[in-house]
């Protein structure tokens, strides 16, 4: 009896949590929406605007050298990560 009354609490939040989806924004907030886009677009554009300058004031085998070295591998520190989901799933429990 406890679990059908939990499962039916469940299924009624579930039904109530769809009920508080917002209305529309407002135009204030579409305003600073499209002014927020339009400043990460404009810091995008001059990122990449230094990136090329910086590579067209070297020389040409300074610039042949960064293209080659863009390639390269990426060093991860392998000591600070998690182990793998499934050896975390199965490994035995420490009390």
Same mark, same amino acid.
């Given at each position: %009896?406890?679990?059908?009354?939990?499962?039916?609490?469940?299924?009624? $939040? *579930?039904?109530?949590?769809?009920?508080?989806?917002?209305?529309?924004? $407002?135009?204030? *907030?579409? @305003?600073?929406?499209?002014?927020?886009?339009?400043?990460?677009? &404009?810091?995008? &554009?001059? @990122?990449?605007?230094? /990136?090329?300058?910086?590579?067209?004031? *070297?020389? @040409?085998?300074? =610039?042949? =050298? %960064?293209?080659?070295?863009? @390639?390269?591998?990426? !060093?991860?520190?392998?000591?600070?990560? =998690?182990?793998?989901? /499934?050896?975390?799933?199965? =490994?035995?429990?420490? !009390?």
């Amino acid at each position: %009896m406890k679990k059908l009354l939990l499962v039916f609490i469940l299924l009624l $939040t *579930q039904l109530f949590s769809f009920a508080q989806d917002g209305g529309s924004p $407002t135009k204030k *907030q579409k @305003k600073a929406e499209a002014k927020k886009e339009q400043l990460a677009k &404009n810091a995008k &554009n001059s @990122k990449l605007k230094g /990136i090329k300058r910086h590579e067209e004031i *070297q020389d @040409k085998a300074t =610039r042949k =050298r %960064m293209r080659k070295h863009k @390639k390269g591998p990426i !060093h991860v520190d392998a000591y600070d990560r =998690r182990p793998f989901f /499934i050896k975390r799933w199965f =490994r035995k429990k420490e !009390h």
